[in-house]
C-alpha cells in the first residue's frame, strides 16, 4: 500500500483539516478573550456584547496572519504586504469604532 502524494505544494498549507484547526484556535483565542473581558469590565458587559468584541479582535489578527502568509505563498514583496496589512488594520479599527454602517 502506498502513501497519498500531495500534488499540489499548497494542499497541506490549504487544506481542510489546516482550515478546521485554524478556525478552532481562532474560536479558542476568542473564548478566552470574551472570558477576559468580561472579568476586567468595572461595570460588567454582557456576554453577548463580549463575544462580539472578541471576534472582532480575533478576526482582525487572523487576517493579518492569513494576508501574510498568502502573500508569502504568492511571493510579494515583504512592503507591499505590509502596506496591504496596514490598510486592512485600518479598515477593521473603523469598523470595530464605528460599526458597519460607514
Not at 498549507?13 to 468580561?38: F, Q
Not at 505563498?73 to 460607514?102: H, L, T, V
Request: aromatic residues 4%.
Amino acid at each position: 500500500m502506498t502513501s497519498p502524494v500531495c500534488t499540489d505544494s499548497h494542499d497541506v498549507a490549504s487544506g481542510p483539516e489546516l482550515r478546521r484547526v485554524w478556525l478552532e484556535i481562532n474560536a479558542r483565542c476568542a473564548d478566552a478573550l470574551t472570558a477576559a473581558l468580561i472579568k476586567t469590565e468595572h461595570e460588567g458587559i454582557p456576554k453577548p456584547v463580549a463575544k462580539l468584541k472578541a471576534r472582532s479582535i480575533v478576526a482582525c489578527f487572523a487576517l493579518i496572519v492569513e494576508g501574510i502568509g498568502e502573500g508569502s505563498a504568492e511571493g510579494k514583496p515583504r512592503d507591499a504586504m505590509i502596506e496591504d496589512m496596514r490598510a486592512a488594520i485600518e479598515a477593521c479599527a473603523q469598523i470595530m469604532e464605528y460599526g458597519f454602517s460607514r
